[in-house]
């Protein structure tokens, strides 16, 4: 709360929260500043969520995509397509930090790396789904089986 961090080559996917941003919480008067950073398939208020509105973050080549609600929530104009900002299927491998060979992140064109890791695993792979933990949580507890 009232700092100004900068984060950069950052995943931050398949997390939760009651409320506020699944991936991101940004609170208080702060100016924090995010590049390179994929935020993807999280859960909660948005992947990012702004909950003070003299909070200014600052976003330059991320990725948010596939979050439970919108993208940005709360007190913050969506930056996608703007300053390298974009919101594609960043193709991430089972562990949901690496990527996959064909992920549009793997060249870093135009803005260089994105995420936390490079590529680990073949696209022919099978990808990570977004799954809630109630639906996998159903599955195992199911009294027919699972499906």
Known sequence: MDSSPSVELATLAFNSAASGGGGILIDGVSSPSFTGVITAFNSGAGGIH???PFATP?????????????????FVTDPTESDGNVSVDPHLCADAADLQ?????????PCGPIGA??????????????????????HYLDPDGPR
């Open 101 to 109: 060979d064909c992920s549009p992140f793997v060249d870093g064109a």
């Open 58 to 74: 600052a976003f330059a080549c991320c990725d948010t995509y596939g979050n439970q609600g919108d993208e940005y929530a709360g």
């Open 50 to 52: 702004v909950a003070f």
């Open 117 to 138: 890791r490079g590529p680990a695993c073949k696209c022919d792979q099978v990808a990570v789904d977004a799954v809630g933990w109630g639906r996998i949580k159903a």
